[in-house]
């Protein structure tokens, strides 16, 4: 009973206090590195079949079927956000510590990927970027990348709560 009753205790500690502990700290950067390079990875991979499948040459605007990966690829950057929140919380049993993890999941996935992304052939639409539109993309995407990470990290916690109580 008193190690249940100390894990719940440590799950209502504060923000402040969890981000002072080392062990936060690497619970952090470990599921933030893991999650972030393996969606990089997954994200070339489904790039590299695009190619392989239009030939790196064909108009995925004309061609929708050829844009299912790039779905994939949007479901795995989910998958990566929820996953990283949830592990990080799970092994400290704070909700902090995954929201984080998360946000720098999304960091290492942006910066690996600017440097290593295999890019799309054929014809892209044309782009243009304001500082307005690279803000409303920079707010939106934070704010998907707190929401995900904050519902893993929630029940990250929330399940390792019941699957200490069971246990007893």
């Given at each position: 009973m008193a190690a249940l009753e100390s894990s719940t205790l440590s799950s209502r500690r504060a923000w402040s206090v969890v981000l002072r502990e080392r062990e936060s700290w690497l619970s952090i950067a470990k599921w933030g590195a893991i999650t972030g390079f393996g969606y990089v990875i997954f994200a070339n991979l489904m790039n590299?079949?695009?190619n392989l499948l239009t030939g790196g040459t064909g108009n995925l605007t004309q061609n929708l079927v050829f844009a299912l990966p790039i779905c994939g690829s949007f479901f795995a950057l989910f998958f990566a956000l929820y996953t990283a929140g949830n592990q990080a919380a799970r092994e400290?049993?704070?909700?902090?510590?995954?929201?984080?993890?998360?946000?720098?999941?999304?960091v290492i996935a942006q910066v690996v990927g600017h440097f290593f992304m295999v890019s799309l052939?054929?014809?892209?639409?044309?782009?243009t970027t304001t500082l307005g539109t690279a803000l409303v993309s920079l707010v939106l995407g934070l704010a998907l990348t707190l929401g995900v990470g904050y519902m893993g990290a929630f029940y990250g916690v929330k399940n390792k709560l019941k699957a200490m109580a069971q246990t007893r």
């Amino acid at each position: 009973m008193a190690a249940l009753e100390s894990s719940t205790l440590s799950s209502r500690r504060a923000w402040s206090v969890v981000l002072r502990e080392r062990e936060s700290w690497l619970s952090i950067a470990k599921w933030g590195a893991i999650t972030g390079f393996g969606y990089v990875i997954f994200a070339n991979l489904m790039n590299a079949l695009v190619n392989l499948l239009t030939g790196g040459t064909g108009n995925l605007t004309q061609n929708l079927v050829f844009a299912l990966p790039i779905c994939g690829s949007f479901f795995a950057l989910f998958f990566a956000l929820y996953t990283a929140g949830n592990q990080a919380a799970r092994e400290r049993t704070h909700v902090a510590p995954g929201v984080l993890s998360s946000v720098l999941m999304l960091v290492i996935a942006q910066v690996v990927g600017h440097f290593f992304m295999v890019s799309l052939g054929g014809a892209q639409p044309k782009t243009t970027t304001t500082l307005g539109t690279a803000l409303v993309s920079l707010v939106l995407g934070l704010a998907l990348t707190l929401g995900v990470g904050y519902m893993g990290a929630f029940y990250g916690v929330k399940n390792k709560l019941k699957a200490m109580a069971q246990t007893r």
